[in-house]
T-cell receptor, first 115, second 113 residues
Framework: EPEVTQTPSHQVTQMGQEVILRCVPISNHLYFYWYRQILGQKVEFLVSFYNNEISEKSEIFDDQFSVERPDGSNFTLKIRSTKLEDSAMYFC?????????????FGQGTRLTVV | AQSVTQPDIHITVSEGASLELRCNYSYGATPYLFWYVQSPGQGLQLLLKYFSGDTLVQGIKGFEAEFKRSQSSFNLRKPSVHWSDAAEYFCAVSYTGFQKLVFGTGTRLLVSP
């Protein structure tokens, strides 16, 4: 069964460093998403991406964040200068379509720890 | 503000016993409701969803959920829990009709022998 794959499963980084989280969405999917969950809090929407553009972003997704689909298969989330409060589980998801008639498939998550 | 509440952080159920996980959502004219499960090391997997029609929906792995508009609730149930059901369960809502989901904090289910 096709699945969304995220790497690494756990990343530890020093405050102020740049970090790139990687995702391989399902191959025929056209819409891509990032969510995050700070420990003990809700899973929060960060951004959606379609046709090489951000289609929607939350207020969490500030200038420190960027997304890219560099090579047609990977979908990355970059945090330019990490802060302690960026420590969270980051989930990537993909779907065939934008509507709810298609299912969004989620990866297993990358746990980011900023020290 | 649009929000989803899962009041139980942890629930422990004996194997074979029934299960109900609670979910409440903030007011929305047409909420689209979901339950996801995350087993250890796995991604979030869709269990079931409700858009309209029959308020009792069936999902995978023997789960069902009932939409109650009067209570703004969408509780997840299973009549007999198996040890393999131990996982984290997330309730989610879309208020836009698109794949931008508002999630709850999750409920961790432990299954005792």
């Amino acid at each position: 069964e096709p699945e969304v794959t995220q790497t690494p499963s756990h990343q530890v980084t020093q405050m102020g460093q740049e970090v790139i989280l990687r995702c391989v969405p399902i191959s025929n999917h056209l819409y891509f998403y990032w969510y995050r969950q700070i420990l003990g809090q809700k899973v929060e929407f960060l951004v959606s991406f379609y046709n090489n553009e951000i289609s929607e972003k939350s207020e969490i997704f500030d200038d420190q964040f960027s997304v890219e689909r560099p090579d047609g298969s990977n979908f990355t989330l970059k945090i330019r200068s990490t802060k302690l409060e960026d420590s969270a589980m980051y989930f990537c998801a993909s779907s065939e379509g934008r509507g709810l008639d298609t299912e969004a498939f989620f990866g297993q998550g990358t746990r980011l720890t900023v020290v | 503000a649009q929000s989803v509440t899962q009041p139980d952080i942890h629930i422990t159920v004996s194997e074979g016993a029934s299960l109900e996980l609670r979910c409440n959502y903030s007011y929305g004219a047409t909420p689209y409701l979901f339950w996801y499960v995350q087993s250890p090391g796995q991604g979030l997997q869709l269990l079931l969803k409700y858009f309209s029609g029959d308020t009792l929906v069936q999902g995978i792995k023997g789960f069902e959920a009932e939409f109650k508009r009067s209570q703004s609730s969408f509780n997840l149930r299973k009549p007999s829990v198996h040890w393999s059901d131990a996982a984290e369960y997330f309730c989610a809502v879309s208020y836009t009709g698109f794949q931008k989901l508002v999630f709850g904090t999750g409920t961790r289910l432990l299954v005792s022998p």
